[in-house]
């Protein structure tokens, strides 16, 4: 059964410019969470989406958005990227089942110049 | 406002013997908690997960404890070994919001020969 997948891996993107990262949950997993992971930091809930929905938000500004397609697939976009935007950005993949753990893919690591 | 706090960024403990990682919560809708280890360039890999309902739950080498009055959690390894020197994070979810974490900053820790 294949893992959660994160593309890319690693990512240089300058100020003001955009990106946007991809996610593929496990098969059958209908939930797809994002977090940022920075230097002293823990991991921070961005977003999460389910059946295409966003259905929770964390704490960040709006130049932080994302998408869910049919197939669970998941897109974040993060626009006008700013230097304090370099993190690791880890997805996680969810069935929808209560009481059972997340699944969290290998992570992209985004740094800003 | 750190819902979930682990202060011992850091703990090294010599080979066969015991590893106590500590977790306390201030948010009282948590009721679902869980244990991630991770290692460098790789997303947090699911160890073990207490429901609020229960104080303790076992998985070969790992025990998880949990004290609702005192709001704290705590991980044992027994017997430590070398492979599980990586960072522990310790997450809280509330209940009804899916699969929203809140993390707390990691635990570092260190088996020795």
């Known amino acids: 059964k294949a893992g959660v997948t994160q593309t890319p891996r690693y990512l240089i993107k300058t100020r003001g410019q955009q990106v946007t990262l991809s996610c593929s949950p496990i098969?059958?997993?209908?939930?797809v969470s994002w977090y940022q992971q920075t230097p002293g930091q823990g991991l921070q809930f961005l977003f999460e989406?389910?059946?295409?929905?966003?259905?929770n938000k964390g704490n960040f500004p709006g130049r932080f958005s994302g998408r869910q397609f049919s197939n669970s697939r998941s897109e974040m976009n993060v626009s006008t990227l700013e230097l304090g935007d370099s993190a690791l950005y880890l997805c996680?993949?969810?069935?929808?089942?209560?009481?059972?753990?997340?699944?969290f893919g290998q992570g992209t690591r985004l740094t800003v110049v | 406002d750190q819902q979930v706090k682990q202060n011992s960024p850091s703990l090294s403990v010599q080979e066969g013997r015991i590893s106590i990682l500590n977790c306390d919560y201030t948010?009282?809708?948590?009721?679902?908690f869980l244990w991630y280890k991770k290692y460098p360039a790789e997303g947090p890999t699911f160890l073990i997960s207490i429901s609020s309902i229960k104080d303790k739950n076992e998985d070969g080498r790992f025990t998880v404890f949990l004290n609702k009055s005192a709001k704290h959690l705590s991980l044992h390894i027994v017997p430590s070994q070398p492979g599980d020197s990586a960072v522990y994070f310790c997450?809280?979810?509330?209940?009804?919001?899916?699969?929203?974490?809140?993390f707390g900053t990691g635990t570092r820790l260190q088996v020795t020969l």
């Open positions: 997450a809280g979810r509330p209940a009804g919001t899916a699969s929203k974490l809140t």
């Open positions: 098969s059958g997993h209908r939930s």
């Open positions: 948010n009282s809708m948590f009721d679902y």
């Open positions: 989406y389910f059946s295409e929905t966003q259905r």
């Open positions: 996680a993949s969810w069935t929808g089942v209560a009481n059972t753990e997340a699944f």
